[in-house]
């Protein structure tokens, strides 16, 4: 699965998801609420996460348990070996579903924020399995959240 960063879309991936198919790997990478083309609810309500940003972001977890239950009825996708890769805002939503279930067997947070947003509070929401991926000006916060896990 791959989780774009905040103000981005999936075609933030455009040059790592070829990559990874040619691999082997089957990919997911799907635009967060109300971004890209992710700009409704089954029902037609229109998401607009600028007016309700806490509401929005409780919700960001679920958005990628459903991604997960979705990959595990693949016949083609091994549910034991489902991942995440994050970027930016995404990569702290990749490390948090570690610790959510359904759980991603492994995350990968590409520069992710400094702020504690979206990571459990509680010994059984701790994130694990995650590696990040940071430049020297991000590695301050990639350690600080790095600490939760």
Do not use: C, K
């Not at 790997?25 to 037609?44: E, H, K, P």
């Not at 309700?52 to 009825?73: F, T, Y």
């Not at 400094?114 to 916060?141: H, K, N, Q, W």
């Amino acid at each position: 699965m791959a989780r774009h960063r905040l103000g981005g879309d999936r075609s933030d991936f455009n040059l790592l998801v070829p990559a990874l198919l040619e691999q082997g790997y089957v990919v997911l990478a799907y635009d967060a609420r109300g971004t890209g083309r992710s700009n409704a609810m089954a029902d037609g309500t229109v998401v607009r996460p600028g007016r309700d940003p806490e509401r929005h972001r409780a919700r960001m977890p679920r958005d990628v348990a459903a991604g997960i239950a979705h990959l595990r009825h693949r016949p083609d996708v091994d549910a034991r070996r489902i991942a995440i890769v994050g970027a930016s805002f995404g990569a702290n939503v990749a490390m948090t579903s570690t610790a959510r279930r359904p759980r991603p067997a492994a995350a990968v947070a590409l520069s992710p924020i400094a702020a504690d947003v979206l990571v459990g509070r509680d010994a059984d929401e701790r994130p694990r399995a995650t590696l990040f991926i940071a430049s020297r000006a991000e590695l301050a916060g990639a350690w600080q959240l790095a600490r939760r896990t």
